[in-house]
T-cell receptor
Framework: EAGVAQSPRYKIIEKRQSVAFWCNPI?????LYWYQQILGQGPKLLIQ????????DSQLPKDRFSAERLKGVDSTLKIQPAKLEDSAVYLC???????????FGAGSRLTVL | GQNIDQPTEMTATEGAIVQINCTYQ??????LFWYQQHAGEAPTFLSY????GLEEKGRFSSFLSRSKGYSYLLLKELQMKDSASYLC????????????FGTGTRLLVSP
């Protein structure tokens, strides 16, 4: 089966600019996650979708981050405006409903200058 | 809330055995996962424990004690390719399943 697709793989922007990341999960996976992984740290959950509904966004900085999952398939994570501390790898993952065996995409590495 | 602790870094030699410990404090505990992450790559699933005891899968084994809030990952016959970060992750049931990761243990295997 095809894996979790993410784009772009790398992005460099200046602070206060905006950026968007795209994720296409494994076909049939109802649950989609966005994690932020800062260098040297474990992944931190930003937002979790069940189909196209949000089930957890408690750690999403909502003043600058937004995410949507239209039609319960693809998802987009946006940052506007970006700050230096947003430099990280943004990992998208999906799972078959509530099994919690996550399959991760390769990630999108963001550098904010 | 939740708290997950694991050592930051460990070193071992090829062919040896290494044990990576993880302790956790959380509410709504629903299981413990171990993921492997090579530098610059995405995490990949290694093992899952929901009941107390040892789960063996080839060279890798994982142990869980729910009463002690403790798990370990045991890697046998270490190979150079095992050099990676090992992430302990707790599954919590808070009305929905939520997976929270520790900071990871970076393992360096030397010849």
């Amino acid at each position: 089966e095809a894996g979790v697709a993410q784009s772009p793989r790398y992005k460099i922007i200046e602070k206060r600019q905006s950026v968007a990341f795209w994720c296409n999960p494994i076909s049939g996976h109802a649950t989609l996650y966005w994690y932020q992984q800062i260098l040297g740290q474990g992944p931190k959950l930003l937002i979790q979708f069940q189909n196209n509904g949000v089930v957890d966004d408690s750690q999403l900085p909502k003043d600058r981050f937004s995410a949507e999952r239209l039609k319960g398939v693809d998802s987009t994570l946006k940052i506007q405006p970006a700050k230096l501390e947003d430099s990280a790898v943004y990992l998208c993952a999906s799972s078959l409903d509530r099994t919690n065996v996550l399959t991760f995409g390769a990630g999108s590495r963001l550098t904010v200058l | 809330g939740q708290n997950i602790d694991q050592p930051t870094e460990m070193t071992a030699t090829e062919g040896a055995i290494v044990q990576i410990n993880c302790t956790y404090q959380t509410s709504g505990f629903n299981g413990l996962f171990w993921y492997q992450q090579h530098a610059g790559e995405a995490p990949t699933f290694l093992s899952y424990n929901v009941l107390d005891g040892l789960e063996e899968k080839g060279r890798f084994s994982s142990f869980l004690s729910r009463s002690k809030g403790y798990s370990y990952l045991l890697l046998k016959e270490l190979q150079m390719k095992d050099s990676a970060s090992y992430l302990c992750a707790v599954s919590m049931n808070t009305g929905f399943q939520k997976l929270v990761f520790g900071t990871g243990t970076r393992l360096l295997v030397s010849p």
